[in-house]
Nanobody, 115 residues
Framework: QVQLVESGGGLVQPGGSLRLSCAAS????????MAWYRQAPGEQRELVAR???????IYADDVKGRFTISRVNTKNTVYLQMNSLQPEDTAVYSC?????????WGQGTQVTVSS
């Protein structure tokens, strides 16, 4: 089985920063994609950022320039550095892994941006 464990969420004021981490364990193919999604109450889950094992990245338009996704392949760990946070970024952030034609999800971590 594959497990994803997120950490780093919390409460931050507008303009602040947080770094989310997600560590994956289990049987994981070396070629894979890891991503961060978020879902606010009453809204659909949306892709925030995605990174392949080769380092190719994709960002949502509303976070580009503020968020940076990175990974350490040897640790099967992905990070999301979030800067200049806005109240609109408030959501549950979930880590996603695609490997071997399967999708795996972490439990999610709450990010709240409020003054």
């Amino acid at each position: 089985q594959v497990q994803l464990v997120e950490s780093g969420g919390g409460l931050v004021q507008p303009g602040g920063s947080l770094r989310l981490s997600c560590a994956a364990s289990g049987i994981i193919f070396s070629i894979n994609t890891m991503a961060w999604y978020r879902q606010a109450p009453g809204e659909q889950r949306e892709l925030v950022a995605r990174i392949t094992s080769g380092g190719y990245t994709i960002y949502a338009d509303d976070v580009k320039g503020r968020f940076t996704i990175s990974r350490v392949n040897t640790k099967n760990t992905v990070y999301l550095q979030m800067n200049s946070l806005q109240p609109e970024d408030t959501a549950v952030y979930s880590c996603n892994l695609q490997t071997g034609a399967r999708n795996y999800w972490g439990q999610g971590t709450q990010v709240t941006v409020s003054s």
